[in-house]
Nanobody, 124 residues
Framework: QVQLVESGGGLVQTGGSLRLSCAAS????????MGWFRQAPGKERELVAA????????YYADSVKGRFTISRDNAKNTVYLQMNSLKPEDTAVYYC?????????????????WGQGTQVTVSS
């Protein structure tokens, strides 16, 4: 299986910024769209942002549009999520996963497993 390792989370005050990274092992990673998901306590996992293989197509949930930016470096098998103007409601564990290119933004995942995720906590 492809290993997905999320990092970059932490504790930040409202209005602060964080940059998350998702590193994947193997060469399969660069063949697919990638998405960032998050899950807060008591809530379902939700798709936050997604990016096509080429990076020319992106998706953002309405709740983060204008504040978060997704990017990728296929040569490094890494996807990033730049999070600005963070709010307490952004507090969650953030995960990454691959998505079918044609289903970008739908929340459909290709890998039947999740990494450990990275905790983002935004204090008010």
């Amino acid at each position: 299986q492809v290993q997905l390792v999320e990092s970059g989370g932490g504790l930040v005050q409202t209005g602060g910024s964080l940059r998350l990274s998702c590193a994947a092992s193997g060469r399969t990673f660069s063949s697919y769209a990638m998405g960032w998901f998050r899950q807060a306590p008591g809530k379902e996992r939700e798709l936050v942002a997604a990016i096509s293989w080429s990076g020319n197509s992106t998706y953002y949930a309405d709740s983060v549009k204008g504040r978060f930016t997704i990017s990728r470096d296929n040569a490094k098998n890494t996807v990033y999520l730049q999070m600005n103007s963070l709010k307490p409601e952004d507090t969650a564990v953030y995960y990454c996963n691959a998505e079918p290119e044609e289903l970008i933004g739908t929340g459909t995942i290709l890998y039947d497993y999740w990494g450990q995720g990275t905790q983002v906590t935004v204090s008010s």
